[in-house]
């Protein structure tokens, strides 16, 4: 899992790669060497820097190998049909500068060897805007012209290693491939060589996919390192994608948790992409009842509630009340003691379920699926080609919106004053209405600016395309982004939604205006340096309240950031932290390379598995509880997040603490409930439980600490 960190696996394999058969003259030779017959590694050794040779699209490992697509549909999980970006925006982090402007830039694109360029974001060509050469749209598997590299590996011969770290030694149930010694061009090295090559440590296979059972022998197995490749087994408790522990057992103490110096906390990832080879999870409905619960700490049902008294009552493993079973849920106990229907209903042997969530969930029926995009039209925004890369953009992922009639669209664009649209279908053409007050904001016309995708697919088509002409001229260099951050949100308040705005210049008028901050560090150095961190806070409360306000009506916000001038993000980025939304950032804008990038964000940001109107929590055996959360969404009451929006990229950190002693040689449990809308409209409760050893030994604690989640954790916190 890890924070934020998109996938490990390449990017779907679309119907391209599933229906290019290998030529019928390129069967290997299966008479030779493994790695003799596999150019990949052979031919970039003199000729590339060996960090090609490992650091292969991810193209190379999916599709043409044994194993078919990476991403086969799975069950009734959401797959999404994109990849994520290469680059994913960091939720609430300053997210990382595009990086294709270098790549294409550099000589290492021209230069011999397996092709450099990432992941293809999507396995079509980009339609409508051509992508620039070598970028986006291209399939990776695809050779450049010129290139040496001779066809791919087939199924059966030898894949090129990959980049994952490698674990200090096999696990148990890790399959190791071995690799014969081989000199420069694959030929066996000669006796003479005084280096044993198979003490040099390699990249392991991507063959080896570590498979992964999360109990054995009932007691919890420690997850493999997050940056692995690992297929997992849910027998109990939850899939490390979903909830990590920083140390696999938990100190009986606080004082032991102390003297280890490390920190326990969880990474939670509730709609964590699972790996395509994972079972789907399952969905859970107890129909008018409701999932079964314990009446004292409202625990849901889980596969360490222990049945007693021949299955009539069971104990809570979070409070260790003991409750009743329901008459409708009652089964006999098998001679192991648990119940004899304890394999076929998943809630009882799976450590993730989703249950479908009654009335009892509701305040209100589950909302829309509502998107709203507001476009900065200034000046600037214009002149740097940012406004036409977003009308393109949107135009673009309109089909890939969710289809039905519960699929609402709206559209905005502002400069100094706010734009709106009427997109009902009967008028001929898009109607605009400005609203000039940006001081106190309104919408007009809140039923026709926010209508039916299947009503006003054509007039946003139209609407989009004429957006940049129709502003071409346009000499306001102001901008109202606050004002129309506010309209916009009268606009989908009764409902909730997503809003995505496309900001290209310093929000300079109107609500929430800001100013050059940096500059004003630097007039005064000495105090510019001492003030140096407040440049990272926000200037004041204004997004601040308001963002609240959104997120009390399930109002997620989204901002990408076009510009080529400063814009203070720290104070912007409040409004997606708050809303469980996120900044994506190009800076400095560049209207060659960087529309095809916004374009694949924007069509991961919508298609990507995600929910609304969410609530999570976290519950926690006696002994420990939950200390804080840290993540992008907004806590009204201790126990609870709000999140407008969540999606599979999105991880909260839960920090915990001892309030009591735990027992050495029980187990400690923890549960994450997250209660959301699909976009299709279901109210669902996704469950995920993991229960762990607690242990009195500080060499255990240090044994099984998990690094990766406690660096995550690290960063987590510096945000
Ligand atoms: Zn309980």
Same mark, same amino acid.
């Given at each position: ?20 058969p ?18 990949v ?39 999404p ?5 290469? #680059? ?15 790549l ?17 974001? %999507?396995?079509?060509?980009? =339609? ?11 399939p990776?598997?695809?050779?450049q ?11 059966g ?16 149930? =890790?399959?190791?491939t ?10 066996p ?9 198979n ?41 490390p ?6 140390? /696999? ?11 280890? $110096? ?24 107890? $129909? ?60 009882l042997?799976? $450590? ?43 135009? =673009?992922?309109? /089909? ?13 664009? %502002? ?24 001081q ?26 004429s957006?940049?002409?129709?502003f ?30 496309? *900001? ?20 005064n ?16 409360k ?20 076009? #510009?080529?001038s400063?814009?203070?993000?720290a ?30 964000d924007? !069509?991961?940001?919508? #298609?990507?598995?995600?929910? %609304?109107?969410?609530?999570? !929590?976290? !519950? ?12 992008? %969404? ?28 735990? *027992? ?6 923890? =549960? ?21 050893p607690? #242990? ?24």
């Amino acid at each position: 899992m890890g924070a934020n960190v998109p996938p490990a696996y390449g990017a779907p394999s679309g119907p391209v790669v599933s229906s290019t058969p290998p030529p019928p003259g390129s069967r290997p030779n299966y008479a030779s060497p493994p790695f003799a017959a596999s150019p990949v590694m052979t031919q970039p050794r003199s000729s590339a820097p060996s960090g090609f040779v490992s650091n292969g699209p991810p193209a190379f490992s999916s599709g043409v190998l044994p194993g078919g697509p990476r991403f086969p549909p799975a069950g009734n999980v959401q797959q999404p049909p994109v990849g994520p970006p290469s #680059t994913m925006g960091f939720a609430g982090a300053p997210p990382q500068a595009p990086s294709m402007r270098s790549l294409l830039g550099s000589p290492a694109v021209a230069q011999p060897g397996p092709p450099v360029q990432p992941a293809p974001p %999507f396995s079509a060509p980009v =339609q409508g805007v051509p992508p620039p050469p070598g970028s986006y749209g291209a399939p990776a598997w695809q050779m450049q012209p010129g290139q040496a590299t001779p066809p791919l590996p087939m199924p059966g011969s030898a894949q090129p290693p990959r980049m994952f770290g490698m674990p200090p030694h096999p696990l148990p149930n =890790q399959s190791m491939t071995s690799i014969p010694p081989m000199g420069q061009t694959g030929a066996p090295v000669s006796a003479t060589s005084k280096i044993d090559p198979n003490q040099i440590p390699r990249p392991i296979p991507s063959s080896s996919a570590i498979m992964y059972e999360t109990r054995q022998g009932n007691q919890a197995n420690p997850p493999p390192p997050a940056t692995s490749d690992y297929i997992v087994r849910d027998t109990g408790n939850c899939s490390p994608r979903y909830m990590r522990c920083t140390i /696999s057992q938990i100190p009986c103490t606080g004082d032991l948790l102390t003297t280890s $110096g490390m920190q326990l906390a969880l990474l939670v990832q509730p709609l964590a992409l699972p790996h395509p080879s994972e079972e789907p999870i399952q969905v859970v409905d107890f $129909g008018e009842i409701g999932p079964v619960r314990c009446s004292r700490c409202k625990a849901y049902i889980n596969p360490f509630m222990k049945f007693i008294d021949q299955g009539r009552r069971f104990i809570c493993n979070f409070c260790g009340f003991t409750d009743e079973t329901p008459r409708d849920y009652h089964c006999n106990l098998g001679p192991d003691g648990r119940r004899r229907d304890a394999d076929e209903r998943p809630e009882l042997c799976r $450590g993730t379920v989703e249950f479908v969530a009654t009335k009892e969930y509701m305040v209100r029926d589950p909302m829309p699926a509502v998107y709203f995009f507001l476009i900065d039209v200034s000046m600037n925004a214009i002149q740097t080609g940012a406004t036409a890369a977003a009308c393109s953009a949107i135009s =673009q992922v309109i /089909s890939d919106l969710p289809e039905g009639p519960r699929t609402m669209v709206g559209i905005a664009t %502002f400069d100094s004053t706010i734009h709106f649209y009427n997109l009902k279908r009967a008028l001929q053409q898009p109607l605009m209405l400005i609203v000039p007050d940006v001081q106190d904001v309104y919408t007009p016309l809140q039923t026709d600016v926010v209508v039916q995708l299947s009503e006003c697919r054509q007039h946003l088509e139209l609407l989009l395309e004429s957006i940049p002409t129709m502003f071409q001229n346009n000499r306001t260099a102001e901008s109202a982004f606050g004002a129309a951050v506010q309209a916009a949100f009268l606009a989908i308040k009764s409902t909730g939604g997503k809003l995505l705005v496309f *900001q290209s210049v310093l929000p300079s008028t109107g609500i929430g205006a800001l100013s050059v901050r940096e500059a004003e560090g630097r007039t005064n150095i000495s105090a510019g340096e001492k003030e140096a961190h407040k440049l990272l806070q926000p200037v004041d409360k204004t997004l601040k309240t308001m963002a609240i306000e959104f997120a009390e009506y399930q109002v997620c916000v989204d901002v990408f950031i076009t #510009t080529q001038s400063y814009l203070d993000v720290a104070s912007i980025s409040v409004i997606p932290r708050t809303t469980g939304g996120q900044i994506y950032y190009y800076y400095p804008f560049s209207a060659v390379s960087d529309p095809a990038k916004l374009y694949n964000d924007l !069509r991961w940001n919508v #298609t990507r598995p995600q929910g %609304f109107e969410a609530v999570m !929590r976290v !519950r926690c055996s006696q002994g420990i509880q939950v200390q804080d959360y840290h993540g992008n %969404f907004c806590k009204r009451i201790p126990t609870d997040v709000d999140l407008p929006g969540i999606d599979c990229d999105k991880t909260i950190m839960v920090s915990l603490k001892h309030d009591d002693k735990l *027992q050495d040689g029980s187990e400690c449990a923890f =549960q994450c409930a997250l209660l959301y809308t699909t976009v299709y409209g279901q109210r669902r409760i996704r469950v995920t439980t993991l229960s762990l050893p607690c #242990t009195n030994m500080l060499s255990n604690l240090f044994r099984s600490a998990d690094l990766d989640t406690q660096f995550a954790c690290f960063l987590k916190q510096g945000i």
